[in-house]
């Protein structure tokens, strides 16, 4: 049973943007309120890379080197949905992006991690 879902990826040449988003569908996940949320991506024949964080309350944010000063991550927790907003794309972008619910802990309950199936993204040169 898919827990994330993903939307807004596919193609675009390089220097342009991309918005990918990010809600909870499903009925044992419903609120992404209380996670801390990431996108990763992975090319083909790589890792999977960690791109950009954000904390629950949105106060605080990371990225990966490489994206830096391009990419910004947020969120909406009262419209449910966490965004990335990938800027100046080029083609070592390219790859699936994903989207991720961190696991916690609170008040002795833990709630495990939560992944999207992924969306595809590809820059052309």
């Known amino acids: 049973q898919v827990q994330l879902v993903e939307s807004g990826g596919g193609w675009a040449e390089t220097g342009r943007s991309l918005r990918l988003s990010c809600r909870p569908s499903g009925f044992t996940l419903r609120s992404l309120a209380s996670y801390s949320m990431n996108w990763y991506r992975q090319a083909p024949g790589k890792e999977r890379e960690l791109v950009a964080s954000?904390?629950?309350?949105?106060?605080?944010?990371n990225y990966t080197d490489s994206v830096k000063g391009r990419f910004l991550i947020s969120r909406d927790n009262a419209k449910n949905t966490m965004s990335l907003q990938m800027n100046n794309l080029s083609p070592e972008d390219t790859a699936v992006y994903y989207c991720?619910?961190?696991?916690?802990?609170?008040?002795?309950?833990?709630?495990?991690?939560?992944w999207g199936p992924g969306t595809q993204v590809t820059v052309s040169s």
């Open positions: 954000i904390t629950a309350a949105g106060d605080s944010t």
């Open positions: 991720h619910a961190d696991s916690y802990c609170e008040d002795y309950v833990c709630y495990s991690e939560y």
